[in-house]
């Protein structure tokens, strides 16, 4: 399996790292009385959105990670940002860049940890 690239940041920014978990549960209504609840799935798939600053050479990095050593799809190890253990990730899409200015980007991830 893919690991996190030692020549990336290993390390999100915390003040843009959110974490949800896919909603997990069917709410059933009835006819009368309160509503039936059960659990859609036995493990639930966390979502995470996080931010790094990258330089433009780590950019391209990132790209070839994304697209060549994972081919958009296979999972990878890294951290988990909040518990510090390690953690199976999926991207849920491509890496967005926002300029920073003078060769440094803001690099937005959305991923999942697979149960």
């Given at each position: 399996?893919?690991?996190?690239?030692?020549?990336?940041?290993?390390?999100?920014?915390?003040?843009?790292?959110?974490?949800?978990?896919?909603?997990?549960?069917?709410?059933?209504?009835?006819?009368?009385?309160?509503?039936?609840?059960?659990?859609?799935?036995?493990?639930?798939?966390?979502?995470?959105?996080?931010?790094?600053?990258?330089?433009?050479?780590?950019?391209?990095?990132?790209?070839?990670?994304?697209?060549?050593?994972?081919?958009?799809?296979?999972?990878?190890?890294?951290?988990?940002?909040?518990?510090?253990?390690?953690?199976?990730?999926?991207?849920?899409?491509?890496?967005?860049?926002?300029?920073l200015g003078a060769?440094y980007w803001r690099?937005?991830?959305?991923?999942?940890?697979?149960p």
């Amino acid at each position: 399996m893919a690991v996190w690239p030692a020549t990336l940041p290993q390390r999100v920014l915390l003040a843009d790292f959110t974490e949800s978990a896919e909603p997990n549960v069917i709410r059933t209504e009835m006819e009368t009385g309160p509503a039936k609840l059960r659990r859609r799935y036995t493990a639930e798939v966390k979502v995470f959105q996080a931010s790094l600053v990258l330089t433009t050479a780590q950019v391209a990095l990132l790209d070839t990670f994304y697209d060549s050593t994972i081919g958009a799809v296979d999972p990878f190890d890294w951290v988990h940002h909040r518990t510090l253990a390690a953690a199976t990730y999926r991207f849920r899409g491509r890496p967005e860049y926002r300029p920073l200015g003078a060769g440094y980007w803001r690099t937005t991830l959305m991923l999942e940890i697979l149960p």
